[in-house]
């Protein structure tokens, strides 16, 4: 099946630095990109979610200055956790998808776990 | 907001027993889909549903969409411990909805 690259795995940041996080599409061209965050025993939040080449947006009360969303190609897409708090703290992943209506497989990436301290 | 509902939440049974898990929405979903995730990875897609109604079958695990594709149901026969982890349903519109999960613990 499709792979969905995610970099890093896991990364522990101070309070206050910027923290990227990649997701690429190795083979396939994901025309929409969807950033969730997974608190521990809980399921996925959708943050928002985005199209190559424009601004994606943002679920309810997920601020869009703090996660900075960037979809330039149809084979990366970034979220930067900007001015990181303990409390953002998660576990992130990112899913691609080739097109919509999706009744067709969304890929995940592996995840990345985030731990500001 | 969830939209989907997921029951139960926890499930913890002895291998050979059947469960069923069940995921409730007021919406209606173009599509629904079931995932399975161990700690630490991301989900990983078991079955996609289409069609109201529609049932379908993987070895051990049989899923249903409802008529008016609302809900869906999981159901696993005889459990092996190896079916233990997250199971999330996730409906379909324009963007992909995840339920709240039940974490299933088989015990041999």
């Known amino acids: 099946g499709a792979v969905v690259s995610q970099h890093p795995s896991w990364v522990i940041c101070k309070s206050g630095t910027s923290v990227k996080i990649e997701c690429r599409s190795l083979?396939?061209?994901?025309?929409?990109m969807f950033w969730y965050r997974q608190f521990p025993k809980q399921s996925l939040m959708l943050m928002a979610t985005?199209?190559?080449?424009?601004?994606?947006?943002?679920e309810q009360g997920v601020e869009k200055d703090k996660f900075l969303i960037n979809h330039a190609s149809l084979t990366l897409s970034t979220l930067t956790v900007t001015s990181a708090h303990p409390e953002d703290s998660s576990f992130y992943i990112c899913s691609g998808v080739n097109n919509l209506p999706m009744n067709t497989e969304a890929f995940f990436g592996q995840g990345t776990r985030l731990t500001v301290v | 907001t969830q939209l989907l509902e997921q029951s139960p939440q926890f499930l913890s049974i002895q291998e050979g027993e059947n469960l069923t898990v069940y995921c409730n929405s007021s919406s209606v979903f173009s599509s629904l889909q079931w995932y399975r995730q161990e700690p630490g990875e991301g989900p990983v897609l078991l079955v996609t549903v289409v069609t109201g109604g529609e049932v379908k079958k993987l070895k051990r695990l049989t899923f249903q969409f409802g008529d008016a594709r609302k809900d869906s149901s999981l159901h696993i026969t005889a459990a092996q411990t190896g079916d233990t982890g997250l199971y999330l349903c996730?409906?379909?519109?324009?963007?992909?909805?995840f339920g709240t999960g039940t974490r299933l613990q088989v015990f041999p």
């Open positions: 996730a409906g379909n519109t324009d963007k992909l909805i």
């Open positions: 985005s199209n190559e080449g424009s601004k994606a947006t943002y």
């Open positions: 083979d396939f061209q994901a025309t929409t």
